[in-house]
């Protein structure tokens, strides 16, 4: 037996929660909301044909993307699955070529070639926006390492879905995170369902964060749709990765208020689950809250309401306006480095 068994096992951390001023209070509404109707005109813009491929929607994951990206610098890592419009938008990057990104124009942030599952910005540290579930956790893990290796002071965050818990890369990096102790912070957003399959029928332990005591990695459990409660969460996870290189589990629980996909009517909800989503609406519970405590009333909200509106609309019209990419770049951004004459060739040819 190693040293390593000397050392305890993981409990849940119960952070206290933090009082925000109410500037910052009105921001995260703000961003959430941009969030919402960003994500509703995609929806619209798919009905249209003018979005193509698979879209996938971060409604009434709204508090938990902006909390999770509050607690990151601009110096840490990102990595996503594919659903996530709302983090590029938390990440600071333009709603514009977000957008132009879904309608596959040249102007979107991975050149019109990724679409809605592959937002990609460097600039931003945002790298990727996965289709493949899962995808995204060894390369995570690897920027991790590469950071440890390195001796640099960024975190890596690597958000995933509940169903994304059962896939064999999960364990595999959790295990080498805890191992080599890497500054990573995984992140399940933990919206109840894995396409249609409930998180009870798919998980043997349904409480997932649980599982980092599997690799003694500390982990904890927030409610998904109090934007403070992440916030502070994650930003005690991301430090502590900073301060100590030591990996985290973190586990947000809200349900997503639409299907899986843009196509996906959800059937498998019930009425009276459809009644439950509109109850437990995260962006109307920090409505309400800012109303109540005096930092928000109606005029003020219908100000924010109106500028977001804008935001999107200008957002919809700069990717309508633009151009399409060129064939001839298809497989100028395939490697990283340069294949001579990689353009010119179809993906099943030999590349020397
Ligand atoms: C390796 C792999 N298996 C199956 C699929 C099909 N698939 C796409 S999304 C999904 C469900 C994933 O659910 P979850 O991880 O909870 O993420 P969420 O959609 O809730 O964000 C599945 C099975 C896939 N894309 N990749």
């Known amino acids: 037996m190693g040293d390593t068994d000397t050392r305890s096992p993981a409990r849940p951390r119960r952070p206290r929660k933090s009082k925000p001023q109410p500037e910052t209070l009105v921001a995260y509404y703000r961003q959430m909301l941009l969030i919402r109707r960003f994500e509703e005109r995609a929806a619209r813009a798919y009905t249209e044909a003018k979005i193509g491929g698979y879209c996938h929607l971060n409604l009434g994951e709204e508090a938990t993307v902006t909390g ?63 289709g493949i579930v899962g995808g995204q956790l060894p390369l995570a893990t690897g920027a991790a390492l590469a950071i440890d290796y390195r001796g640099g002071d960024e975190v890596v965050m690597c958000q995933m879905g509940d169903g994304t818990t059962n896939i064999g890369a999960f364990h595999e990096s959790l295990n080498m995170a805890a191992l080599w102790e890497l500054p990573i912070v995984y992140v399940v957003v933990n919206n109840g369902l894995g396409m249609g399959t409930t998180v009870a029928h798919a998980s043997a332990e349904p409480e997932l964060y649980k599982r980092a005591a599997a690799y003694r990695m500390e982990g904890a459990h927030v409610d998904g749709s109090d934007v403070i409660a992440v916030r502070d969460a994650a930003h005690a996870a991301v430090e502590r990765a900073r301060a100590e290189s030591k990996p985290f589990l973190l586990e947000t629980t809200s349900p997503r208020l639409r299907g899986h996909s843009v196509v996906d009517p959800a059937r498998y909800r019930t009425a009276e689950e459809k009644d439950a989503l509109k109850a437990a609406d995260p962006l109307a519970r920090l409505a309400l809250e800012l109303e109540e405590s005096g930092f928000l009333d109606a005029e003020a909200r219908d ?31 395939t490697y990283a480095t340069p294949v001579p004459g990689a353009s010119r060739r179809l993906p099943a040819d030999p590349v020397f």
């Open 68 to 130: 999770l990206m509050a607690a990151l610098e601009p110096r840490d890592y990102l990595f996503t699955n594919y659903r996530e419009h709302g983090y590029a938008l938390g990440r600071g990057i333009d709603a514009r070529r977000v957008m132009a990104e879904l309608y596959g124009r040249s102007t979107g942030v991975s050149k019109g070639w990724g679409g809605s599952m592959h937002l990609f910005d460097t600039e931003s540290r945002l790298l990727g926006g996965y």
């Open 303 to 333: 100000k924010l309401e109106a500028e977001v509106r804008a935001e999107v609309d200008d957002a919809a019209a700069f990717a309508d306006e633009s151009p399409h990419p060129d064939v001839s770049t298809l497989f100028d951004y």
